[in-house]
């Protein structure tokens, strides 16, 4: 049976493993991979109009490929995301890895729009895989650090990938290739250090039942997880928009094809979201979500501004409000949410969690892409942003309600 660490406290460090990492290495470890899964996953979004342009496929393909891999992500957390609460955390966080590397490798050898889905849909499965370990298993260490890092690492992750990925479609001579070469390099490495990772999940029986696909959400939790679901689905329909078709829409708006634009819109969305993580992280989860409710709304309406009249101040400060909203709210759900489980039901509940707010990643966004065959990226943009307005305005209602 492996050995475990006792649960961790808000504030103090577990007991160390002998011939492990340390408990502060092995959290920014895991930090990091957080980081770098979602670094690997929005990488494609600045690329997709080399694709488009070397593949010839339309937004609806465009948007199909982005799916493709939140629905993959959706199965691996649906049929995998519970089992390191049961063999685990350091032997599943491994399979999701090794998964990874081969989704890259796919990257490096695609020539066709075959390749494209086959690489998101492997890329999919790891990050669902890991999304849910390493979430859970950053808890392990530190609830309150670990909550923290569960919602800030995310964002900066997409946006080191966004950015990195388009200044080398601006500046590199082979992008497509580049971008997962790097990425190979840093997931091989990091690879190698989770064979030295502690373990914080004893062995114990019930494995086979937990590949069961369910969602699994703890009874303490399931009032506050249907509260927040409004919330939580606007502000990952508004992240699934951005990472597919973003790029394209700051392109329509702004009326140049520089591909640093499509990089930087979608950066300025994420690490808005971190800023407004980090500075409303010590308020009252509650409050910081009604407020963050009204955040979206607003700076959806900026942005829907910019995108009418072709405004771009408009445009990218509605994206920072929008930001502030998303980031600052999925900090608040998951903090709501983490002292409602016990240790051993945190990957389930984290898995579950994780599964609507990817449907709501997901599925909008497809829709979207068909829309813009009919009536253009423009037209699709503001009625979508409608939607997500008045989904943002009910949930600020229901939470001010509830504070009241």
Do not use: C
């Amino acid at each position: 049976m492996a050995s475990s660490l006792p649960a961790a406290s808000a504030d103090a460090w577990p007991a160390p493993q002998s011939g492990r990492l340390t408990p502060p290495q092995a959290f920014w470890l895991l930090a990091s991979l957080v980081m770098s899964f979602l670094a690997a996953s929005s990488a494609p979004s600045p690329l997709y109009g080399l694709y488009r342009e070397t593949f010839g496929f339309t937004a609806l393909t465009l948007t199909l490929v982005f799916s493709v891999y939140a629905f993959a992500l959706l199965g691996g957390l649906l049929v995998l995301g519970a089992l390191s609460d049961y063999r685990g955390r350091r032997p599943v966080l491994l399979a999701a890895l090794w998964l990874e590397l081969g989704s890259l490798i796919l990257f490096l050898q695609a020539d066709s729009v075959a390749w494209l889905l086959a690489a998101r849909l492997l890329q999919g499965l790891a990050t669902g895989i890991a999304s849910a370990v390493l979430s859970a298993a950053l808890l392990d260490f530190q609830r309150e650090r670990g909550a923290l890092v569960n919602s800030v690492a995310p964002m900066f992750g997409m946006a080191l990938g966004a950015l990195g990925a388009s200044a080398l479609v601006q500046f590199s001579a082979m992008p497509t290739r580049l971008v997962f070469e790097v990425a190979l390099a840093v997931v091989g490495l990091q690879t190698l250090a989770v064979f030295y990772l502690p373990e914080t999940v004893p062995l114990r029986p019930g494995a086979w039942r937990s590949l069961r696909p369910r969602l699994a959400v703890p009874a303490a939790a399931r009032e506050t997880l249907w509260l927040i679901a409004p919330l939580n689905t606007a502000q990952w329909a508004l992240g699934g928009f951005y990472l597919s078709l973003g790029p394209t829409l700051a392109r329509s708006v702004i009326g140049n094809a520089m591909p640093m634009l499509g990089g930087a819109l979608i950066a300025t969305l994420v690490l808005s979201g971190a800023v407004g993580i980090l500075w409303l992280r010590h308020q009252p989860a509650n409050k910081v979500g009604a407020g963050s409710a009204v955040a979206l709304a607003v700076g959806m309406s900026l942005t829907l501004l910019g995108v009418h009249f072709h405004e771009v101040t408009a445009f990218f400060l509605g994206t920072v409000v929008a930001g502030l909203g998303f980031g600052a709210g999925f900090n608040a759900s998951v903090r709501t949410l983490v002292p409602l489980a016990q240790p051993n039901e945190r990957g389930a509940l984290m898995a579950s969690f994780l599964v609507i707010s990817y449907l709501a990643f997901s599925l909008p966004a497809l829709a979207a892409g068909l829309a813009v065959g009919h009536v253009g990226i423009e037209a699709a943009a503001i009625g979508y942003g409608l939607a997500l307005m008045v989904l943002a305005a009910a949930a600020a209602v229901g939470m001010v309600r509830r504070l009241g």
